[in-house]
């Protein structure tokens, strides 16, 4: 039986370690076979060893991804940047506030069956054609009684059909508040040490999860933030830094590459390589979305990902699919088949669902973020993003009401200042960063 472990345990660390270094091509020999008693075992001190142990390996010779951590090296990797596209102030305003409105949706969708350990793609599909509700067009809804094979997330009570009355707090909703403020505060000249200091002065420690738990742990005992993501952090490619990463496309429409180049700064801190790639993709594909279709957006933000990465091939196999013309189940089927040994909250294999749920969404919000949260895995940040996305291509104005009224113009957060947000203020702001470029 696998045992649960605190985050910082290092028997948790190493379990997690283990996995991270296998995937990112490091030449481990016999170690993992010789380590894995310890992460079952009693006592923390025999992983800790075998955890310096794997601080010593190295690359395996035979790895052929190119995959740059520093932003100069990953800047050489790209082509040139798109050309730059303006868009006017009223249009601006209508797709911001669509924006918002699509994340916070799209994430309140997710959130009742974000588990990705029990809420597979499959088990998905059965709770749904069970309550009518499959293909996914609204707020996930409740049977009475619930079957006992399934089993809704404690946030049930107020994230599902007929009960949401606000936005819940969820932390995909709390980065993109907290990156608003950070801009408003610091600039766009702002540095990976701001984010820490903010973190560390507006964001409670428990409201964080994996990297970005380790991260703030590693800062409050002396840490600098050059270094603060890098010790002791096996989830530094995990989905943490892509669900920080809208508010960087929002205050820079049509301008892919400095939304990209944002994200990176605020990456840095928490996270390395697919999982700072997965950021500034994602504030990409935000920042393009003013300015394109799904299909335009989704390749425009691969020119702002190292082409030899994991994550842009995960990303090229998406759109290969859907040129093919297979339905997005087969999509799916293939995407778990590809990219399902990772943890249900890499980035990589989330970025795969939410590339499809915009690609066969084809600019329909409902069907986005519906095939975005019903293909499984971290459900809430994959539906905030495609929400997103979606949000924008729409804009405000076209966005479904059984999505938007329920939200009552509310979100809730973590963030000190900011419980009971109005989200069309929090889109003004947005605009405004964004004309003051």
């Known amino acids: 039986m696998v045992r649960n472990h605190p985050p910082h345990d290092p028997r948790e660390l190493l379990r997690w370690e283990l996995a991270q270094r296998a995937e990112s091509g490091f030449d481990l020999g016999d170690l993992p076979a010789a380590a894995r008693p310890a992460v079952d075992g009693d006592d923390p001190a025999v992983a800790r060893a075998f955890l310096d142990e794997l601080d010593a390996t190295t690359r395996d010779e035979r790895w052929a991804r190119d995959e740059p951590e520093d932003l100069d090296g990953i800047l050489a990797t790209l082509p040139a940047a798109a050309p730059v ?24 969708l997710g959130k009742p069956v974000e588990y990705g350990d029990h809420w597979t793609a499959a088990h998905l599909r059965d709770y749904l054609e069970l309550a009518g509700a499959y293909p996914l067009r609204d707020y996930i809804p409740v049977l009475d009684p619930m079957p006992e094979r399934f089993e809704l997330r404690e946030f049930w009570p107020y994230t599902t059909r007929g009960r949401i009355t606000e936005s819940a707090r969820d932390d995909d909703l709390d980065y993109t508040i907290l990156g608003l403020h950070i801009l408003e505060t610091y600039g766009l000249g702002f540095g990976t040490a701001d984010v820490a200091t903010e973190w560390l002065d507006r964001l409670p420690y428990t409201q964080t999860y994996t990297a970005e738990r380790l991260t703030y742990r590693n800062l409050v005992i002396g840490l600098p933030p050059d270094e603060a993501g890098k010790a002791d952090n096996p989830h530094r490619e995990w989905i943490g830094a892509q669900i920080r990463a809208d508010v960087f496309g929002y205050v820079n429409p049509g301008d892919p590459r400095a939304a990209a180049e944002l994200a990176y700064r605020d990456a840095a801190l928490s996270h390395t390589a697919n999982g700072v790639y997965g950021s500034m993709w994602a504030a990409a594909l935000v920042a393009a979305a003013f300015t394109g279709d799904a299909r335009q957006a989704v390749e425009t933000s691969l020119t702002c990902v190292p082409p030899g990465s994991r994550l842009a091939e995960a990303i090229r196999f998406v759109l290969e699919q859907h040129a093919t013309g297979v339905t997005w189940e087969q999509a799916r089927a293939a995407i778990e088949e590809r990219y399902g040994h990772y943890s249900w909250v890499h980035t990589v294999n989330n970025a795969t669902l939410v590339v499809a749920g915009l690609l066969w969404g084809d600019g329909d919000f ?7 949260v019903q293909g499984g895995w971290d459900t809430d940040s994959n539906g905030a993003t495609a929400g997103s996305v979606a949000g924008i291509i729409s804009g405000a104005k076209r966005l479904p009401s059984h999505w938007t009224e329920p939200l009552n113009d509310t979100a809730r957060s973590a963030i000190r200042g ?9 889109a003004d702001r947005a605009v ?3 004309m003051s470029k």
């Open 85 to 108: 596209t303006a868009v006017g102030e009223a249009e601006l305003r209508d797709r911001m506030l669509g924006a918002w409105l699509g994340r916070c949706a799209g994430c309140n």
């Open 432 to 434: 405004r960063l964004a």
């Open 418 to 426: 900011f419980d009971g947000s109005r989200i069309s203020e929090l």
């Open 366 to 372: 409902s069907a986005t973020i519906g095939l975005t």
